[in-house]
């Protein structure tokens, strides 16, 4: 059974710093481009950055450019995403995807909230 | 970079009702490759999404053969052919030819 588990979520100051890790199993996660995307409260989906299979390749909407990083490890069939200068319009729901001709497999999410 | 205008942003359907839902993109979405990334979620209440089309018509494993997506380039469409109670929900069409785009969703409630 495919399961993608997010953690490291929580309340957060503006400003700060908070790192997202999803832990993946029941499918060979080095084959996956991943993906992470946030849902805002009572918000649509947002694409917040896709990692290639290797690492080597990252990349980001404006949005988060500069501020977050995603970064993998195959080894450990983890994925991360390192969010840096939060500010409060980060507060959402944050899944990570494993991207299959689109997103095919979906975590369960975890919310960062960023207020002070 | 590619948006995603989706309509209707809600739909009112009885049991049994066909109905549709539109993607248009504001480029074409067929890759250099010849295929089109151009995919359908659902989003339950409370759940993440879950995949239900790929590459625009492809449906997912275990998803009912009443959902079907068509189209090409830049004009797509979802639809159910008969709904039922479990189909309530958001549906969102998303691109990956480009990066990643969502649209903005469409909320389907049950009469």
């Known amino acids: 059974e495919v399961q993608l588990v997010e953690s490291g979520g929580g309340l957060v100051q503006p400003g700060r710093s908070l790192k997202l890790s999803c832990a993946a199993s029941g499918f060979t996660f080095s084959n996956y481009y991943m993906a992470w995307v946030r849902q805002a409260p009572k918000k649509g989906l947002e694409w917040v950055a896709t990692i290639s299979t290797s690492g080597s390749r990252t990349y980001y909407p404006d949005s988060v450019k500069g501020r977050f990083t995603i970064s993998r490890d195959n080894a450990k069939s983890s994925l991360y995403l390192q969010m840096n200068s939060l500010k409060s319009e980060d507060t959402a729901t944050y899944y990570c995807?494993?991207?299959?001709?689109?997103?095919?497999?979906w975590g369960q999410g975890v919310m960062v909230t960023v207020s002070s | 970079d590619v948006v995603l205008t989706q309509t209707p942003p809600t739909l009112s359907a009885t049991i049994g009702q066909s109905v549709s839902i539109s993607c248009r993109s504001s480029q074409s979405l067929l890759h250099s490759n010849g295929n089109t990334y151009l995919n359908w979620l659902l989003q339950r209440p409370g759940q993440p999404p879950q995949l239900l089309i790929y590459l625009v018509s492809r449906l997912e494993s275990g998803v009912p053969n009443r959902f079907s997506g068509s189209g090409s380039g830049t004009d797509f469409t979802l639809k159910i052919s008969g709904v039922e109670a479990e189909d309530l929900g958001v549906y969102y069409c998303?691109?990956?030819?480009?990066?990643?785009?969502f649209g903005s969703g469409t909320k389907l409630e049950i009469k």
């Open positions: 998303v691109q990956s030819t480009h990066a990643l785009t």
């Open positions: 995807a494993a991207l299959l001709q689109g997103p095919r497999y």
